[in-house]
Each structure stands twice: as structure tokens, then as C-alpha cells.
């Protein structure tokens, strides 16, 4: 698992957030896999090669990774800012 640094989170999120509507970066939320409360700006975004296809793809991550696996999938909204 190798992180890339993201020097605009905020570009970020909105250029590459697959649902709608998308979190503003001050927004809570809480990940459903280590059931932690984070501020959405402090995702995280891995990269992750296929050797079989030889692609890569970046996913956004919960702020807990590598200790947690959880994606934007497993994100709920707690409180808006």
C-alpha cells in the first residue's frame, strides 16, 4: 500500500468523490469499519497497482488506514459544518 500526498484535499475530493452529493472537507463523518469520527479532510488516498493489468487506481481512505480498510464506501455523515 503506497499513500499519496494530496497538497489540495479540497480539489481533490470534489474532482474524484464518486457519490453525490459530495462532503464539504469540514463535514464529520464516521467509518463504519473501525467505527471512528473523523473531519472529511483528513482522508487519505492510496494507490493501488494491478500486476495483472499493470494499472493503478487511487482510492480515497479512511484517515485510520493502514489500520483500517475502509473507503468512502463504508463513510457516514455525522454532522455538517
Known amino acids: 500500500m503506497k499513500f499519496l500526498f494530496i497538497e489540495n484535499k479540497e480539489r481533490y475530493l470534489n474532482e474524484n468523490y464518486i457519490f453525490s452529493p459530495i462532503p ?32 493503478s487506481d487511487e482510492l480515497i481512505v479512511c484517515p485510520n488506514a493502514p489500520k483500517c480498510d475502509g473507503t468512502i464506501l463504508d463513510w457516514v455523515l455525522t454532522k455538517q459544518l
Open 24 to 55: 464539504k472537507i469540514t463535514d464529520r463523518m464516521t467509518c463504519s469499519h473501525c467505527g471512528r469520527s473523523f473531519i472529511v479532510g483528513d482522508f487519505k488516498v492510496i494507490v493501488e497497482y494491478n500486476r495483472l493489468l499493470h494499472t
